[in-house]
């Protein structure tokens, strides 16, 4: 018995242990979602069609982002792309940066003692554009690091195609709405992207654009210096529901 345990312990130290954390995905939309992460969260069959649901358990270490792809399919030379959120003509997703526009969910999972709490840290981020509506909502858990209390949703479940500025609008090949790009990406403006003269806190302010963007989502960060709501860390939650169009 003492030669098993210690197998599974090595096996643990190895492989970095799994958590009991899950993360439920749930597709509310009237079509099918892709998803794709990075780095990789394990799932080898990313579509899941409207009304349909899947759960994936996390590691105990993570951090990355994930999102919702749209109208994926394969070609006559059986090359993969999304209007939406595509990579680089994968399935399941390799590069480290989806092509905008894209609604992205920010995640980091620590434990770093194994029989401590899970922490997970989440956030909303508008900052490459809106995709697909979505929300984030623990079950369990209590706020650590700055905040107390049950850990909050978050979410961003406003119709973009309703809001977003003309210039800003992406359409597919249909001539259809499909997402809204963010300032920064649509007109490479330092004041937009908050770098150059703009990096600092004092200079990366809200815009006209992302003052849109706030008020269509306020849970949501909506260029690079929002910091409201917090990035919030949740301890002990069993698990995450991620549900796409979720009004």
């Not at 242990?17 to 992460?37: K, P």
């Not at 623990?138 to 909050?152: M, N, Q």
Request: charged share 15%.
């Amino acid at each position: 018995m003492a030669g098993e345990a210690l197998i599974i312990l090595l096996l643990l130290f190895i492989t970095g242990g799994q958590s009991t954390v899950t993360f439920n995905y749930e597709n509310r939309c009237t079509e099918s979602i892709w998803l794709g992460a990075t780095p990789s969260i394990g799932d080898s069959d990313p579509e899941f069609p409207s009304g349909t649901s899947k759960t994936l358990q996390m590691p105990d270490q993570w951090k990355g982002f994930i999102w919702g792809r749209t109208k994926c399919s394969l070609n006559a030379t059986n090359y993969f792309s999304c209007e939406t959120g595509d990579c680089g003509g994968n399935k399941i997703c390799q590069w480290p940066v989806p092509k905008s526009p894209v609604t992205i969910l920010n995640f980091t999972i620590n434990q770093p003692v194994q029989t401590n709490p899970l922490v997970v840290s989440y956030e909303l981020n508008l900052n490459h554009g809106h995709t697909v509506p979505v929300r984030i909502r623990p079950v369990g858990g209590s706020l650590v690091g700055g905040g107390t209390g049950p850990c909050p949703v978050v979410d961003c479940a406003k119709d973009f195609s309703n809001v977003c500025p003309p210039n800003l609008v992406v359409k597919g090949k249909d001539g259809r709405y499909v997402g809204c790009l963010s300032a920064c990406d649509a007109l490479k403006d330092p004041k937009h992207c908050c770098f150059g003269n703009f990096a600092s806190p004092q200079t990366c302010q809200p815009n006209e654009y992302s003052s849109i963007f706030k008020k269509a989502c306020g849970l949501a960060h909506t260029y690079p210096g929002d910091k409201q709501p917090p990035i919030y860390s949740c301890s002990g939650a069993t698990s995450f529901s991620i549900t796409f169009c979720p009004a």
